[in-house]
């Protein structure tokens, strides 16, 4: 089955503890990208990936890293977290471009305390 | 840049009405716009999108949606509401080829 896969999909933390979200997607896909989803305000990108070893941030960066070793998998980094980190996270994956569909993983629950 | 704006951020409609959910776009150039859809406890689904093939674009579920240049919209309209229908609904432009900016959702609530 073709799907975008998150782990953990939930996840309670504390300040400071370093952590890491899984993405992977089974599609052959060159285009990875990680949002953060907050109330009120939709859909926030935070650092996509073009290609293996191509990675460029969006509009929320700070405070988060990513890496792209293979093609299939794109972890989301928060090397310090903090409370205003806590958000619903997103894992998205399609082909090419932003032109084609975005295929979304299940989403990861996080909460910095 | 490119953005959307969603006007209104909960809809509630009856069963059997018409669904009518607002998306205005801003762009220097012709837009990539689309629609997705996100069920309770899931991710976001591609409902539809428009890519300057045709104004008036049919989706999955019944949705369909028609770009207006001269508003700047794009809404999102289905003739009759089901249950099933009961979600939050995002409208998103193309800003580059790098990136996707997604308007701020529309919770739907589908009354029975």
């Known amino acids: 089955e073709a799907q975008v896969t998150q782990n953990p999909r939930y996840l309670i933390t504390v300040t400071g503890k370093k952590l890491t979200v899984t993405c992977s997607q089974n599609?052959?896909?060159?285009?990875m990208s990680w949002y953060r989803q907050d109330p009120g305000l939709g859909l926030r990108q935070i650092y996509y990936?073009?290609?293996?070893?191509?990675?460029d941030k969006g509009d929320v960066p700070e405070g988060y890293k990513v890496s792209r070793k293979e093609k299939r998998n794109f972890p989301l980094i928060l090397e310090s977290p903090s409370p205003n980190q806590t958000s619903l996270y997103f894992c998205?994956?399609?082909?090419?471009?932003?032109?084609?569909?975005?295929?979304f993983g299940p989403g990861t629950r996080l909460t910095v305390l | 840049a490119q953005s959307v704006t969603q006007l209104g951020s909960h809809v509630s409609v009856s069963e059997g009405a018409l669904v009518l959910l607002r998306c205005n776009y801003s762009?220097?150039?012709?837009?990539?716009l689309f629609w997705y859809v996100q069920y309770p406890n899931q991710g976001l689904q591609l409902l539809l999108k428009?890519?300057?093939?045709?104004?008036l674009v049919k989706g999955i579920n019944g949705f369909e949606a028609e770009f207006k240049k001269s508003e700047t919209s794009f809404h999102l309209t289905k003739p009759s509401a089901h249950m099933s229908d009961a979600a939050e609904y995002f409208c998103?432009?193309?800003?580059?080829?790098?990136?996707?900016?997604f308007g701020s959702g529309t919770q739907l609530t589908v009354l029975p």
């Open positions: 998205a994956s399609s082909l090419g471009d932003t032109t084609d569909t975005q295929y």
């Open positions: 599609m052959n896909h060159e285009y």
């Open positions: 990936s073009m290609n293996v070893e191509v990675t």
């Open positions: 762009s220097s150039v012709p837009p990539y």
């Open positions: 428009y890519t300057s093939a045709a104004t």
């Open positions: 998103a432009t193309r800003g580059s080829a790098r990136q996707l900016t």
